[in-house]
C-alpha cells in the first residue's frame, strides 16, 4: 500500500513539474522570446572588385497588427543603421489596421532606396489553424483557394509612393553609391501568384550587381533567378522554423526549401549547376508572428543587414 502510494504522489509529481515547465516554455515563447528582437549582421561577397561596401536591410514577415508596440519600436530603430537599400520580402501586414503603424515604423527607412514583394499574408488576413498542420502539410493551399481580404493594393501603394519599388512579378533598377543594380521580383509563389515569365531572361549585364527578390523560398523560384544570372537571392516566408528545437533545428520550413537553408546565407542551389551559374541566397527568418500563433521558441525575431563586399575580399 505504502509504494502505491509513493509510485502515485510521484506521478503526480512529475506531471506537475511537465505542465509547469511546459506553461513556462509557453510563456516564454509567447512572451519573452516572441519580443526578444535581434539585428543579424553578414557579410556577403557578391560584387566587382573594387566597389564600395553596400549596405542591405533585409526585413520580412513582421504580420504587423497595432497593438505590437514592442516591434514597431524595433522596427523604427533600424533606421539608425542608415542602410543604402532596405529590401521587404512581404507578409507586412495581419490586419486592415496596421497600414499606418508599418508607415510610421518604417519611418525614415522609407527615406531610403527600397524594394518589396508581397507575401500570401498581406493579402489574406489570419485564421486560427492547428499549428501542428504544418509537420504535414504547408499552407499554401490556403491562400489559392481564398480571396484576399486584406488592403495589399493600398500597403504597395503606399510604399511606392514613398519611392520603394514595388517588384511584383516586375524588374527593376537602382543605382546607388555609383552601383548599378539590377533587380527583378516575383509576387508569393506560396499563394500561386508568382508569374516568372513576366521577368524571365538575362538582367541588365552592364549592372555591378544582380538582385532577386520573393516572399517564399521555392526552389524552382530560386532556380529561375539563378539561371538567369541573379547573383544574389532574397526571400522570407519560413520565420526560420519559428519553434526550433535546439540541437536539431527548424522541425518545417512551410515550403520546398530545406531545413537547413531555412534561414539565414547559404548558396543556391546546392549541386553545382552544369553553367556552374550560382547564387547566394539569405533567408530572413522574420520580425513577427501570426496572431494566431504567437510564439517563436529558439528563433528570435530578426532583421538582417547584409554588408555586400566584392569578391575578391578576403
Ligand atoms: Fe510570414
Redesign the pocket.
Known amino acids: 500500500m505504502l509504494t502505491w502510494h509513493h509510485g502515485w504522489v510521484r506521478a503526480r509529481t512529475l506531471t506537475s513539474i511537465a505542465v509547469a515547465a511546459g506553461a513556462a516554455a509557453v510563456g516564454y515563447a509567447s512572451v519573452i522570446e516572441r519580443n526578444w528582437f535581434a539585428l543579424r549582421q553578414q557579410d556577403v561577397p557578391v560584387l566587382p572588385a573594387g566597389t564600395d561596401p553596400l549596405r542591405v536591410l533585409h526585413i520580412s514577415?513582421l504580420?504587423l497588427t497595432p497593438g505590437r508596440h514592442r516591434l514597431m519600436a524595433f522596427v523604427r530603430s533600424l533606421a539608425g543603421l542608415e542602410p543604402d537599400l532596405v529590401v521587404n520580402t512581404g507578409?507586412s501586414i495581419a490586419s486592415t489596421e496596421a497600414i499606418g503603424c508599418l508607415l510610421e515604423s518604417l519611418g525614415p527607412l522609407l527615406d531610403r532606396p527600397g524594394v518589396f514583394v508581397y507575401?500570401s499574408?498581406d493579402l489574406h488576413s489570419p485564421k486560427p489553424k492547428n499549428p501542428a498542420r504544418y509537420l504535414w502539410r504547408t499552407s499554401s493551399d490556403e491562400y489559392t483557394t481564398r480571396a484576399p481580404d486584406l488592403p495589399w493594393e493600398k500597403l504597395g501603394e503606399e510604399m511606392a509612393e514613398a519611392g520603394w519599388l514595388d517588384l511584383n512579378n516586375k524588374r527593376g533598377q537602382l543605382t546607388i553609391n555609383g552601383l548599378d543594380i539590377a533587380l527583378a521580383g516575383v509576387h508569393d509563389p506560396h499563394a500561386g501568384r508568382d508569374r516568372y515569365e513576366l521577368v524571365a531572361g538575362q538582367p541588365d549585364q552592364a549592372a555591378g550587381l544582380r538582385v532577386g527578390v520573393v516572399h517564399a523560398p521555392e526552389p524552382q523560384v530560386l532556380d529561375q533567378f539563378t539561371a538567369d544570372g541573379y547573383e544574389l537571392l532574397l526571400a522570407?516566408?519560413t520565420?526560420g522554423g519559428q519553434l526550433r528545437v535546439p540541437g536539431y533545428g527548424a522541425l518545417v520550413t512551410n515550403c520546398g526549401i530545406d531545413r537547413a537553408r531555412v534561414r539565414g546565407l547559404s548558396m543556391h542551389p546546392q549541386v553545382a549547376r552544369e553553367d556552374g551559374k550560382t547564387a547566394w541566397l539569405h533567408v530572413s527568418a522574420?520580425l513577427?508572428t501570426s496572431p494566431w500563433a504567437p510564439a517563436r521558441f529558439a528563433c528570435r525575431p530578426e532583421a538582417t543587414l547584409l554588408t555586400l563586399v566584392p569578391r575578391s575580399a578576403p
Open positions: 514577415d504580420h507578409d507575401g499574408n522570407g516566408h520565420h522574420g513577427g
